[in-house]
């Protein structure tokens, strides 16, 4: 068995095998082609290529890769993708067809690296003399019991306190909370613009890495989220206080389990979290409704996480060497620095 290189321009040509993998392995909507060809569309350059170990119709391993610098190749992993492009058969990254990869790619590759892995689907691999795990980030998720009040009574009594101070806030002052979910095709272009002007508002229009209206980024959610409108599992939170919306989510939601890939709200409302009162509010109703089991933030750990949820792990990349003496020079130059 071996590798064959394909140009990223024959990807729709492998939707039906990378799908068939997905479903097979993870299942996630992050690694489903409904969500990896618009990255495509909006975050290459198309010197990307498409990596193959085994049979075209049935590999074991297929991922999206590309040159970063001098020899260096990895996953592509465009800031949008919270998981790099990698999907195998084997959970356990072998060594073997990890290196037979370094050898088939173009030019004198000296290392692979797989970015941004879950170790809910791929094994983390120990350190040898040529493969190197590193941590990514730690994230966060919740499991939910079968009713909303055994969870939320088993948060602490500061959070529960917190809640009932800020929903007692927006009745004294007048203030009529609402809540609308968003999954049809022609409203997630709205979405996504409401979505950005919110964003665009606050620090992260300040520093520039705001979802705006037009851009890549706003175009790609609105192309992501229509294509998953087709199987029911595009989802746009959004929350008004009284007229004025004041916080959004972007989310996917499959086999009863949310993806929140985007969130944001507006800076200027002061005494209360909109978007905090705006997931209990979703939470409580969905899980109810037995709609709802389990929620995935795929975003580095905040504080505020912890206060939701205990379920914390560790994300990670792997890097694999053409030779140990490449690992140990590199292990030496990083010192000498």
Sequence with gaps: MEW????????????????????????????????????????????????VYGAKEQPETIAIIHSRKNNIWETLQPS????????????????NQLRSLIKKLPGKALSFSITQQDPLFITRPENTSCIESLDY????????????????????????????????????????????????????HQGVL????????????DIDSAVAEGDAQSE??????????????????????????????LCLLRNKVLY??????????????????????YYQDTVDRGALNRVEFYGPLKEWHK??????????????YRNQFINWARKISKLMR
């Design 4 to 51: 064959t290189l394909y140009p990223i321009k024959d990807f729709p040509q492998f939707h039906e095998t990378w799908n068939g993998l997905n479903q097979a392995l993870s299942n996630s909507p992050l690694l489903d082609t409904a969500f990896v060809a618009p990255l495509l569309d909006y975050f290459t350059d198309g010197t990307e290529l498409i990596a």
């Design 80 to 95: 949008n993708a919270p998981l790099g492009m990698w999907l195998s058969r084997d959970k356990t990254l072998p060594a």
């Design 137 to 188: 980030i730690e994230t966060a998720h919740i499991d939910f019991p079968d009713s909303f009040q055994e969870y939320w009574t088993s948060r602490s009594k500061n959070l529960r306190h917190n809640m009932k101070r800020q929903k007692n806030y927006l009745r004294k002052n007048d203030i009529t909370p609402r809540l609308e979910t968003w999954n049809t095709s022609n409203n997630m």
């Design 194 to 205: 409401d979505y950005a002007k919110i964003e665009s508002s606050g620090w992260k229009g």
């Design 220 to 249: 790609f959610y609105n192309a992501m989220l229509c294509n998953f409108c087709r199987t029911n599992e595009a989802l746009i939170l959004r929350y008004y206080y009284n007229e004025d919306l004041v916080a959004s989510d």
């Design 260 to 281: 929140i890939l985007k969130t944001t709200y507006v800076e200027t409302v002061k005494s209360t979290s909109p978007a905090h009162i705006m997931r209990f509010d």
């Design 307 to 320: 206060k939701w949820t205990n379920d914390i792990r560790t994300m990670f990349h792997a890097n694999i």
